[in-house]
């Protein structure tokens, strides 16, 4: 039967695949392909059918075997890893006797391996019925996506990289394994944890973290934020309500997205309900606070300047005389998935406390039938997070609101923040109406987009004019020069900001980098991250290039130093991600190149060589 046998891995461009690729060969044994040749193009014929958005493209039905598989493997694995939060591009196929080559592109070159395997497993587990098929799927698919939802970049990511892509600015992770990702290369890069950004000011993070604290700032700015009262158990209910006023909202002290919240609270007994139900989410203290009439919005302020306004709704469902609440939310939720880009960036409407609290209050629950055209609201908060929908009102906000939102956003030293604003109408003076809810340098950056605005035109908003690439020198030499170039290297004057790698030596100036290796070039990959470094002179050997791909997609010059070993691919993949190549005899006369007024990608008079003064010691 086909069997599947994980290759390579590259981790730059290759002759496959401009980006990230695992390659991996597929083999159908001549003694066994009578028999199982009819039984593999059903198993293709099935994943075309059950999976038609993730093989858009499928190979023609009178290829050979082996190579039809092949490339219906390569496109459906590439769909079942995009479909949780990958953003991935690369995949294809390749004829081999008896076989096929796949490569494919990675967040994670286990998981692509794993998807791969899945894929194979399919086809084999095809000759069985239908509905084993369909639940081999969902079962193995189930557990990969478990797995992606750990190791693939979060949505928020996601957009930046769409917005990065679009400009040319490379990316790559800045802590490997977690959501801190970095736009740009050296100097030129940013460091996002979803939106929140490192121009982001540690005291207006401190402060934003604690809602007490953000109302108190609010308040020392005199902008209006409603009276608020901490309450440590059941006891001091009655007292707050009566402080703050009726109706009133109780939320969580710590939290965020809407967990929690119950807002409109008219009695004690439904405070005290909202009180256990967050007590039971996040713990005491919780905060009672004084309910403002009116819509809820979400200002964007990036850069000091509000980019956008949206103003978002309470998750609904519309009643059809027949179908229950559940029934009705469950149909909404089929169009919302975990595929966020695909959802239109809506997410799910939780079925959870929250929402059976908010039905109990309105004398409902999830069996009700509500009549038809009534319009049934299913929670007290307006989050995306929770089901919510949102709509642009950007062109609408008073100036007042406007510069109110700014200067909130200078003064605590945010450059990425999102402000929630109650009001009865936006267009209006917040002195007419309105309150400052809660501050936060980590907006959801999907609202927007839910209201209306192209995602592109966010995710470059968000990215900003900084991240970009920085000079990058990558010179070729035979393997066994490389300790002799490190050497040589060592005895150059070379700038503060100018970072340097070779072999085992990795250098930023005159000072020495340690790297770990966990993955090929971890000498490059360092300098790349470092954002002090504003130029990057690196050497390699031929054979580090093909057993690992470029060490990036694209740099400035490439000086290829003696007879190197490389085929004819691996050359057409040097001349398309190289700005310019030049070939040397050597070392030496690479060296010598780099005079003093020969302009290139580096500042080539750092690679003079260190003349020390003479000695003043007596022979």
Known sequence: MIRLRHLFTFYGPSPFAAEPVVIAGIGLPRSEKAGTESALRNGCN??????????????????PIAERAGGT??????????????????????????????WLGFHNPVLSILALELGVDLLKKSAGDEASFHLKAEQGLKSLWKLCRK??????????????????????????????????????????????????????????????????????????????????????????????????VLKPLYGSKGKGVTAGIRSIPELEAAFRHAEKLAGAPVMVEGFVEGNDYRLTVIGGKLVAATRRERPTVTGDGKSTIRQLITGVNIHRTENLPKSGYLCPIPVDDTLMLHLCREGMKLETVPAAGKVVTLRTNHNISTGGTAFDVSDLVHHDVRLMAESLAKTMGLSTTGIDYMSPDIGKSWTQGGALIEINSTPGIDVPITGGIDALEVALTVLGEHPGRIPFDLVVVEEAGLAGAAEKLMTMVLPEETGWTCGRETRIGGMCIRTEKEGPWPGIQALLRNRKVSEILAVCSAEEIMRSGMPADRVDRISLCGELPFIAEWTEVLEKHGDSIETFMDWDAWQLSTAPDRKGCIHHSVLLPLHLPPSTEES
């Open 46 to 63: 099935r994943l075309q059918e059950a999976f038609p958005d993730w093989i858009s493209r499928p190979p023609s039905s009178s290829l």
């Open 73 to 102: 493997l390569a496109q459906w694995a590439l769909g079942a890893l995009n479909e949780t939060r990958g953003y991935l591009h690369e995949s294809g196929s390749s004829p081999l006797p008896d076989g096929a080559l796949i």
């Open 151 to 248: 190791h693939h970049p979060d949505y928020q990511a996601q957009l930046l990289m769409q917005g990065a892509r679009s400009k040319g600015v490379p990316f790559m992770q800045f802590i490997p394994e977690t959501k801190y990702w970095m736009f740009g290369w050296g100097c030129r890069s940013k460091i996002f944890f979803e939106s929140d950004t490192n121009d982001n000011g540690s005291l207006g993070n401190h402060i934003q973290q604690s809602k007490v604290m953000s109302k108190m700032v609010f308040r020392t700015l005199g902008y209006p934020t409603p009276p608020w009262k901490l309450c440590s158990n059941a006891e001091e209910l009655s007292e707050a309500a009566v402080e703050v006023g009726w109706p009133c």
